[in-house]
């Protein structure tokens, strides 16, 4: 996530800086102004959070959240696999159906000829 902060905020060299968001296990989810060409190594370090610091009880109630979501995500690809096999198998059962079919009805015609 990175945008361009609206207040007037220049870094060092004097370039207008971006908003960004911290991802830290420090600083999850915090916002802060930075150098635009801090990650392309050319830049500045300014630097300046605009978030107040995150209290431990936020960041462990960020941190149960982002568990629940990982393990919620894992929970949809296991179901996903499930549905994967399950249509696999539907597709064999139709197959056998459409071959049982073919057999019953030469045995029919076996039956009327007899
Ligand atoms: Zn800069």
Redesign the pocket.
């Known amino acids: 996530m990175e945008k361009e902060f609206d207040g007037d905020c220049r870094?060092?060299?004097g370039?207008h800086c971006v908003l960004k968001t911290s991802w830290t296990d420090e600083n999850p989810g915090r916002m802060f102004l930075g150098?635009?060409?801090?990650r392309d190594g050319g830049?500045?370090n300014?630097f300046d959070w605009i978030d107040p610091p995150i209290s431990n009880r936020k960041k462990s109630t960020f941190f149960s959240l982002l568990r629940r979501n990982e393990s919620s995500e894992v929970r949809q690809h296991r179901i996903e696999n499930k549905l994967e096999f399950v249509e696999g198998e539907m597709h064999m059962l139709r197959a056998d159906v459409d071959r049982l079919e073919v057999e019953r009805q030469s045995l029919e015609e076996n039956l009327r000829t007899l």
Not at 35 to 38: A, D, F, I, T, V
Request: hydrophobic share 10%; aromatic share 36%; net charge neutral.
């Open positions: 870094c060092y060299y370039v150098c635009p060409n801090y830049g500045c300014y």
